[in-house]
């Protein structure tokens, strides 16, 4: 079983940065992926940013140039580096860990940070 932690959401003004962490506690296969999604409010959760185990890295159109997908084996962790904030930036932001061992794959959510941007 595997948990992910999520945090570093915050109130930030347009243009500014944060940078989200999503931190994985157990084990992680050598198969996997992890990805960041955002949920803003009456809206669908889309996928923003994925990684994967080969370090390739995908983004959705809205935010090639500003965010930034990165990860730290050592530690467990992937980053989203999220600099030029705009307001329709603001969501929740959840990270996901997709496993495949074998024939079958898994998916654990982390529990989302906000991410606000207003003046």
């Known amino acids: 079983q595997v948990q992910l932690w999520d945090s570093g959401g915050g109130l930030v003004q347009p243009g500014g940065s944060l940078t989200l962490s999503c931190r994985a506690e157990g084990s992680i296969s050598s198969d996997y992926e992890f990805a960041w999604y955002r949920q803003a409010p009456g809206s669908q959760r889309d996928r923003v940013a994925r990684i994967n185990n080969g370090g390739t890295t995908e983004y959705t159109d809205s935010v090639k140039g500003r965010f930034t997908i990165s990860r730290d084996n050592a530690k467990n962790t992937v980053y989203l580096q999220m600099n030029d904030l705009r307001p329709e930036d603001t969501a929740v932001y959840s990270c996901?860990?997709?496993?495949?061992?074998?024939?079958?794959?898994?998916?654990?959510w982390g529990q989302g940070t906000q991410v606000t941007v207003s003046s």
């Open positions: 996901k860990l997709s496993m495949t061992e074998g024939l079958i794959t898994a998916h654990f």
